[in-house]
């Protein structure tokens, strides 16, 4: 029998939820481990997320769905996820100080979809993130025809959701991802 290369992940995700039991109520370890055996590809993908410092822990339960929603726990927007822009149209539309890639690619290669504002203050109302950062939003498809993309973060003990060209990009914007399982 082969060793499963994502051992190391899954424990880290058992000690996560193990260690914050009130963001998961009702489930059990047994129930999620089972889930996770059974999607293998959404391993590779948690670990992915681990690797950029997204530090990736169950959100919810998808009540329409039933599926597991993991996404990025880490205080601040993962450090491997930043100074990007919104996505390829903002990145082509540059004409200087392009970063080195952008928001949608980059999920895209790890295989997770962006938080939108919903899931944004789920994951805020259990736990205080990007009280110094922020971190790109899944924007609607309006705001962004129109040049535009959402960000959110904390401040002042409240989450904001705004706006910015998607075109622009700073050192403490990145985004959040959530995988479905």
């Known amino acids: 029998m082969e060793p499963n290369p994502y051992a190391a992940q899954l424990q880290i995700l058992q000690q996560r939820f193990a260690l914050q039991p009130y963001r998961h109520p009702g489930l059990s370890w047994q ?8 999607a293998p590809a959404t391993l590779e993908v948690l670990a992915a997320m681990e690797a950029s410092g997204g ?3 169950l959100l919810a339960l998808d009540a329409d769905s039933g599926e597991l929603l993991f996404c990025d726990f880490s205080a601040e927007s993962p450090v491997g996820r930043r100074s990007l822009c919104f996505d390829r149209k903002a990145l082509d539309g540059r004409k200087a100080n392009k970063p080195a890639g952008c ?3 980059m999920a895209q290669a790890i295989g997770i979809e962006l938080l939108n504002e919903q899931q944004y203050r789920l994951l805020q109302s259990i736990k205080a993130v990007d009280q110094k950062t922020s971190s790109w939003l899944a924007t609607p498809a309006a705001i962004r025809n129109l040049g535009g993309a959402l960000f959110g973060d904390r401040r002042y003990d409240q989450v904001f959701v705004y706006h910015n060209g998607a075109d622009s990009y700073y050192a403490a914007r990145g985004f959040r991802g959530v995988v479905r399982v």
């Open 55 to 57: 530090e990736p822990d």
């Open 103 to 105: 928001v949608d690619e």
């Open 31 to 38: 129930q999620v481990l089972e889930r996770l055996q059974a």
